[in-house]
């Protein structure tokens, strides 16, 4: 498995999750950064991945709602592609 380690450290909005995401895992160039954007990307593309978004808790302060919407598309791929994708969240 090819694992990714997404460091949420100083990410404080929406964007710059998206922009972390990008730089740290392989996008399509047209990738929406959005929720919807990156299930696409985690159920089409992640076979092996395990993505490790590590210091959770600083944008889990600053972005509550986003968060628990990313955890639980991130869940939900995880269930679509078992065995494939693992996405765990480190405080």
């Excluded at 997404?6 to 710059?16: A, F, G, M």
């Excluded at 990008?22 to 991945?49: K, M, R």
């Excluded at 628990?68 to 996405?87: F, I, K, P, Y």
Aim: hydrophobic share 45%; net charge negative.
């Amino acid at each position: 498995m090819t694992e990714f380690v997404i460091d949420l450290k100083d990410v404080y909005t929406p964007d710059e999750l998206h922009e972390r995401i990008a730089q740290t895992i392989p996008v399509p160039e047209y990738y929406g950064a959005n929720l919807d954007a990156l299930h696409d990307v985690l159920t089409e593309q992640s076979e092996g991945w395990v993505i490790v978004f590590s210091s959770a808790s600083v944008p889990e302060t600053a972005m509550s709602k986003y968060m628990r919407n990313l955890r639980r598309m991130c869940a939900a791929a995880a269930v679509e592609n078992e065995g494939l994708l693992r996405v765990v969240f480190e405080e």
